[in-house]
């Protein structure tokens, strides 16, 4: 059974500060690998997706990598800003459906 | 872009009774979708996947008689709490599954507090 992890639990910096956010996994026979963005009482927002044959994915400050046999993914965010601050979750896809684990999920605060 | 509408947003339900809850694709055909709870400051953890025509698979530990999944149609799903008790009272959210691909989008998800 997938088990996906997040440290730390949650992180506090100051606004500009270039940040990493960890994700580990316990199956690397995963199809995908999403971070998701969550607000207090909302629903979740796609920042990346990576496909398991690829290695990192980049969208503006946001930069996921994956490295399948270590079980672990990153998500970089530079120059942090105070809008950044929400939940970050990370979800690894199983193979063959579109089920989704999801990890414990990360608090960020950007302290302005 | 893909959307996905849940709703209500937020619900206070009395103890005994049943609460459904939707899910619609707005612009796409969803042959899939996933049901999650949330409990506070929790991941989400998936209560089951319903697929259109079909009944839902759901996962270990989660009643299918007391969480009633309807994916009646490509575009809509429904979750119904039956007999609701306090603890049932958490954050539920679905996502749908594109027809091609397997990404998916999520709802904004459904406060449910029972008194």
């Known amino acids: 059974k997938q088990e996906v992890t997040q440290i730390p639990a949650a992180l506090s910096v100051p606004e500009g500060e270039n940040l990493v956010l960890n994700c580990s996994f316990t199956?690397?026979?995963?199809?995908?690998l999403q971070w998701f963005r969550q607000d207090p009482g909302k629903g979740l927002t796609s920042l990346l997706l990576i496909q398991s044959s690829q290695r990192e994915q980049t969208s503006g400050r946001l930069n996921a990598s994956l490295d399948k046999s270590s079980g672990r993914s990153t998500l970089y965010i530079a120059a942090s800003q105070p809008g950044d601050s929400a939940t970050y979750l990370c979800a690894a896809g199983d193979f063959g459906n579109e089920k989704l684990t999801f990890g414990t999920g990360t608090r960020l605060t950007i302290i302005p | 872009g893909a959307v996905v509408s849940q709703h209500p947003s937020r619900v206070i339900c009395k103890s005994g009774t049943s609460v459904k809850i939707e899910c619609r694709s707005l612009?796409?055909?969803?042959?899939?979708m996933f049901w999650y709870r949330q409990f506070p400051k929790k991941s989400l953890m998936l209560m089951a996947t319903?697929?259109?025509?079909?009944?839902?698979?759901?996962e270990q530990g989660v009643e299918k008689d007391k969480f009633l999944i309807n994916h009646a149609s490509l575009t809509l799903s429904t979750l119904t709490v039956t007999s609701a008790h306090p603890e049932d009272s958490s954050f539920y959210i679905c996502?749908?599954?594109?027809?091609?691909?397997?990404?998916?989008?999520f709802g904004s998800g459904t406060r449910l507090t029972v008194v």
């Open positions: 319903s697929n259109e025509g079909s009944k839902a698979t759901y």
């Open positions: 612009d796409f055909q969803a042959t899939t």
């Open positions: 199956d690397s026979a995963i199809y995908n």
């Open positions: 996502s749908a599954a594109h027809r091609q691909g397997f990404l998916c989008t």
